[in-house]
């Protein structure tokens, strides 16, 4: 499937890219370099998959702030008891079960840490919190961040902006792009990390009209070297779902 990226998401490969978490969809390619500079990792949006979080530490021991107010070992637990009802499908059981031990070998970790609040909206509801927030509650100044929150990303682009000083790398799902095209483009403009990665969520479709993906994961960089060129796809690139076929992305000039 062909993908046509607009002319300000031009960029230059970072020359040390690796593959961070697992296969498909929940890994994402990141720069080495900012990952050996990150004191922080927070994790905006979980779910079900911390393979992120889990295998960047294995790469850098540093702290893990994992923030997603739609899970908890109380979910998971309750999912399990539910899934011993399906005789037909005794699968479920066993992933159910595996997905709450993971859960509980993880974050029961000295160094990291689930926080059950949604990221983005500035409320009195108890169950959110802004990205400001978290940042102004840490003196950490190499702070990698990991955001897929299904939509919410557009409600703190400026307090990344404001906030890019601390930040060392950076890996961001864009969602429902069609709609969000000048927002995104201000904050390329606006944001001095260097963008070194493109990726299309191949979940999601393709805008008829311009080939325009709806999803796209970016990768941002502090500390890394570039490329001469830009490798689209990357070697390390997979389609999320794995039973289609990948985005391949060209850029407008």
């Not at 159910?96 to 689930?114: A, D, E, G, P, Q």
């Amino acid at each position: 499937m062909q993908g046509r990226l607009p002319g300000f998401l031009s960029f230059k490969s970072a020359i040390d890219l690796v593959r961070i978490g697992r296969d498909h969809d929940g890994g994402y390619l990141i720069s080495q370099i900012d990952i050996d500079n990150s004191d922080l990792l927070i994790g905006l949006g979980i779910n079900d998959d911390w393979s992120f979080e889990e295998h960047f530490v294995a790469k850098k021991d540093v702290e893990v702030f994992a923030y997603d107010g739609s899970i908890s070992q109380k979910h998971f637990f309750n999912q399990f008891i539910k899934s011993l009802t399906r005789i037909d499908n005794p699968k479920l059981a066993l992933h159910s079960f595996f997905t709450l031990l993971r859960y509980r070998k993880f974050f029961s970790k000295k160094k990291v840490c689930h926080i059950e609040k949604y990221i983005g909206l500035n409320s009195n509801n108890q169950d959110y919190c802004t990205l400001s927030y978290i940042l102004d509650s840490t003196k950490h100044e190499n702070i990698f961040l990991k955001i897929d929150v299904e939509g919410s990303e557009y409600r703190f682009l400026d307090t990344l902006i404001f906030n890019q000083s601390r930040i060392s790398g950076v890996v961001l799902e864009l969602h429902d792009c069609d709609i969000h095209l000048e927002t995104i483009k201000t904050f390329i403009k606006d944001f001095e990390l260097k963008l070194v990665h493109i990726h299309a969520n191949n979940y999601s479709p393709v805008r008829l009209d311009d080939q325009l993906p709806l999803v796209l994961e970016l990768t941002f960089s502090k500390y890394c070297k570039l490329a001469d060129e830009t490798y689209l796809p990357h070697r390390f690139d997979m389609p999320n779902n794995r039973n289609e076929s990948e985005i391949y992305l060209a850029i407008e000039d």
